[in-house]
């Protein structure tokens, strides 16, 4: 039968214990002396401890980070942080600058491009205009109001200056209570030209610091007036063109009818004072073809508009016109390749 014997102690065996340990105690004190040394002559980084007199230290911010280190996610930034924004939200709110109702190019606004939903989607850097608008019954009367209106612009939260915006008034009609009144109009209109990619809120609003009335009602003060879009940016949006838009802005044509003929399409020109563009005069950096079509209210010219030798300046249009035109006042709009909006507007056109 086996059996496990424990080896019992000599004094031999005592003797090569003490002198085990001694030797270790030797060699602990040996690498006390050298550590320390090291410590002294900078071979170890130094930490210092935080003074014991201090009951709250101040964090220690580290400004660099080793190379072996990780540096730390979004998950692990603390609650503290400031907010990282969205790869969806756009940053910095574009440059919104003052834009005339009267200028040529008739630019679509963000309210006729929302519809109902006050959603829109557009492509990068497409030109659109923003604007409210406020009416009364009479000059006296708007202008008491306009006094007491108080404008806010948010694009993105950001606060948007009111001299970025110009100011139009124009008369109009007006349905109020089932009847038709005639009605004078202030219009803030700014100009975005530079849309990035991303998402934007756009909000403006009017507050009535005192009450007021129309002259149709009563009207409370801090009465808010709000105006809230949803703009997408983005490359994917659908097409539109305005390359050649701008040029037309400063240019002022004078539009001139022609005789009607019965039975025969309406014939007018536009009177440009430093030629036609594209087609009498040269633009730089342009060489492609330039087309002109015109429009007069829902009635379309089926032939481009055509430069004549001979009649320098003119650009000349005819439209088939609907019946009931004639001796009426309707809309007259040019358009020309290269510019997805009418390059000379005129909303009061008297039609012979």
Known sequence: MEQNVSPQPTKGGNKLLIGCLVAGLIGFVGLV??????????????????PASVA???????????????APTLETVPATELPVA?????????????????????????????????????????PTVLEMHWC??????????????????????????????????????????????????NQLTGLVRNWSEGEY?????????????????DHPADEVQELSYNVS??????????????MFEDIKAELVFLDPEPKKPLGFYLKFANGVPGLETAIAGDDGDWE???????????????????????????????SNYAKTVRPVSVFVNGCS????????????
């Open 86 to 126: 969205t790869a969806t939200l756009a940053s910095t709110p574009p440059k919104v600058e003052v834009y005339d109702l009267t200028s040529n190019v008739q630019y679509p606004s963000l309210a006729v491009l929302a519809g109902d939903i006050n959603a829109v989607t557009i492509l990068p850097n497409q």
């Open 233 to 246: 940016v983005t490359p994917s949006a659908s097409s539109a063109e305005w390359g050649r838009c701008e």
């Open 56 to 70: 709250n230290p101040e964090p220690v911010v580290t400004t660099e980070l080793v190379a072996t280190e990780t």
């Open 201 to 217: 809120t756009v909000k403006l609003s009017l507050r009535a610091t005192g009450a007021y009335n129309d002259g149709w009602k």
């Open 292 to 322: 002109y079509n015109a429009s007069i209210d829902e009635a379309v010219s089926d032939k481009k508009c055509t430069f004549e030798e001979g009649y320098e300046g003119r650009l000349y249009c005819k439209v088939q016109l609907l």
């Open 341 to 352: 909006w009418p390059v000379y507007y005129n909303s009061d056109a008297e039609i012979p």
């Open 136 to 185: 009364a019954k009479g000059e006296s009367t708007l202008s008491k109001m306009t006094n007491l209106m108080d404008l806010t612009v948010l694009i993105n939260d950001t606060d948007i200056p009111a001299g970025s915006f110009g100011l139009v008034t124009y008369q109009t009609v007006l349905e109020i209570n089932g009847k038709k009144e005639s009605a004078l109009c």
């Open 33 to 50: 002396i050298l550590g320390g040394g090291a410590y002294y002559f900078g071979l170890i980084p130094q930490f210092a401890a935080a």
